[in-house]
């Protein structure tokens, strides 16, 4: 497929994505990005830096959605991403500190995991 051809598709894919499927695939990359970042871990603190940030740019979104009074979810839904957005942030900000190849595992099992409900997958 040309250049020109596969942006014209995500274009077209972004117009009819719902905000649960771009929420989706907003995870699934995040989670895709920690993951190369385990199966290449060399300490590079420059790449390992990037995917956290941006794993923890995106749980940041997340939660004030999910704390906001104008949210239509449900109060319980809402508490439970809440609380799992507490613990990702918390291990974001802790691996940033201090980089731990096997304790990402649990950041990209949640982002999967999540992705795979909101896709109606999981």
Do not use: C
């Amino acid at each position: 497929m040309s250049h020109a051809a596969a942006n014209a598709y995500a274009r077209a894919a972004q117009t009819v994505a719902t905000p649960r499927d771009i929420e989706a695939q907003a995870l699934l990359k995040a989670a895709g990005k920690l993951q190369e970042v385990v199966d290449r871990w060399d300490d590079s603190t420059a790449t390992i830096h990037e995917a956290l940030t941006f794993n923890r740019k995106l749980w940041s979104i997340l939660l004030s959605a999910a704390i906001d009074n104008d949210n239509p979810q449900a109060m319980d839904v809402r508490q439970r991403i809440a609380n799992i957005g507490t613990f990702v942030m918390t291990r974001t900000m802790e691996l940033q500190l201090d980089p731990q190849r096997d304790r990402m595992k649990s950041l990209i099992d949640i982002n999967r995991n999540l992705a795979a409900g909101l896709s109606g997958n999981g």
